[in-house]
């Protein structure tokens, strides 16, 4: 339930940068335990780009290169929206510096 309510902020984008950060951090440790099913790490991916995000707003695109490419790694475990989802929040924000970084892992991943 923790890392639940951790996720909501994570996903905000009204929390930028380090604060983003830390709420997608804590979510990711706390519910780590429920990585253990497929279908609900594909579901979690979201927080692992959540977080590359952040990276990436604090200058830190090499880690946030490593949190892009497991969110689409672990969106392509199992059927759904997973992936879909990842694009479309990429292609909704209005920071054009993650666009590309993000378009590369894509490329290098098929």
């Keep these: ?4 309510l951790l996720a909501a902020p994570c996903r905000n984008d009204q929390y930028e940068g380090a604060k983003k950060l830390r709420f997608c951090t804590l979510s990711l440790t706390i519910g780590a335990w429920i990585d253990a099913f497929p279908q609900e790490k594909s579901k979690r991916a979201i ?3 959540e977080k590359g995000i952040a990276l990436s707003q604090i200058g830190e695109n090499d880690q946030a290169r490593t949190a892009f490419e497991r969110a689409l790694t672990d969106a392509r475990r ?3 929206p997973w992936e879909q989802a990842l694009h479309q929040r ?10 590309p970084l993000w ?8």
């Design 1 to 4: 339930m923790t890392a639940g």
């Design 47 to 49: 927080l692992h780009l």
């Design 78 to 80: 199992s059927p759904g």
């Design 90 to 99: 990429i292609f909704a924000l209005e920071d054009n510096r993650i666009r």
């Design 103 to 110: 378009l590369s892992i894509v490329e290098a991943q098929e």
